[in-house]
């Protein structure tokens, strides 16, 4: 079952992989205005900061060509100032994943976190926008129980709890992707353009990856380095450190358990029930036609000015959806005992 089936997402083309935004401290920001990008105001950031977003998923040309435009513009018009509370933040498309290989991903890229944010820089880690599984552990409580109870994510899916992990876990349930937060922002484009590379390089991992046990087996069989190698492949170099092999041992041993844990996935009859429901309805403001295939709703629009009230009311609707989705929990353990 793939994250577009299960959550009331604008479902986009499997090419428009990837979604960025980029944070910035400086003069001169809002003067610049590029195609494909919006500018929004965060308050994390001091002075006149700003945060580009791309004005959504794109493909990787595409998005590595917005990023150049981008970065022209911001020399011609604008003054960056180096700040660590500025990061870039990568959106990769999961929507047509299976829930088996979003946990695939999620442990792969679990195991290399250390060193991935060594590549990203020393103050990143520990940083408290991107805060590691290691600095925040009950991510992984929280994925356990999510991987337990069908591959929905309810304990680390809801906005607020996990925004601020390296890893964005809860941006699967409002976009269908998964946010990676560590990059600083750069003073060109060439690193974000590594960091994605890696990022769809580890993607492509595991897509191809039987199960999350093989991770953690193949680690144990080959060792550290050699593994590394493996699976890194043309990466290897980039995230190479001089302890390398301790980093991987203690990514591995953090989500051995995670890795180990089974899927318990939730029968197709059991989602079409839980769509044709008001809930689902009110979430998704689509008309549900039954019976037949999940649908593939589109997401709500952000609209400005009125935020607060969309959010209240989008927060009371996932409640009930989630409380649906509790019931059909209940029913299932019911009919199985």
């Known amino acids: 079952m793939k994250i577009k089936d299960i959550y009331p997402l604008h479902v986009w083309p499997k090419e428009n992989e990837l979604g960025i935004e980029i944070e910035m401290e400086g003069e001169g920001l809002y003067d610049v205005n590029c195609k494909n990008w919006v500018i929004d105001g965060d308050g994390s950031l001091r002075g006149h900061g700003a945060e580009y977003v791309l004005n959504g998923p794109m493909t ?16 011609k018009r604008a003054n960056i100032a180096p700040s660590d509370r500025c990061g870039v933040h990568i959106h990769i498309n999961c929507q047509h994943m299976d829930i088996k290989k979003v946990f695939n991903y999620i442990t792969l890229y679990l195991i290399f976190e250390d060193l991935l944010l060594s590549w990203c820089g020393e103050d990143r880690e520990g940083n408290l926008f991107c805060l590691r599984a290691k600095d925040a552990e009950w991510l992984l409580v929280s994925l356990i129980e999510d991987k337990k109870s069908f591959g929905k994510f309810y304990k680390t899916g809801h906005k607020g709890t996990f925004k601020y992990s390296a890893m964005n876990v809860a941006a699967l349930t409002y976009y269908g992707s998964l946010e990676f937060r560590s990059l600083r922002t750069p003073s ?4 974000i353009k590594e960091y994605v590379n890696l990022l769809l390089h580890l993607k492509k991992v595991a897509l191809k990856a ?5 991770f953690i087996a193949g680690c144990s069989k080959r060792g550290e380095i050699e593994w590394a190698r493996e699976i890194l492949g043309p990466y290897f170099n980039m995230l190479r450190h ?3 092999d301790e980093m991987i041992i203690e990514g591995v041993r953090r989500a051995q358990a995670l890795a180990y844990t089974p899927l318990k996935v939730i029968k197709r009859k059991q989602l079409e029930d839980a769509v044709n429901t008001t809930v689902w309805r009110d979430i998704a403001d689509i008309q549900i036609a039954p019976p037949g295939p999940a649908p593939q709703p589109e997401r709500p629009r952000r609209l400005r000015g009125n935020e ?6 989008h927060a009371e609707r996932l409640r009930e959806f989630n409380a649906q989705w509790r019931r059909i929990n209940e029913n299932r353990e019911e009919e199985g005992g």
């Open 210 to 214: 039987t199960d999350t046990k093989d």
């Open 60 to 75: 990787k040309q595409g998005a590595f060509d917005s990023v150049d435009v981008l970065y022209k513009q911001l020399e």
């Open 242 to 244: 001089r302890n390398m």
């Open 188 to 191: 060109s484009p060439s690193p």
């Open 308 to 313: 607060d009230e969309r959010e209240i009311a």
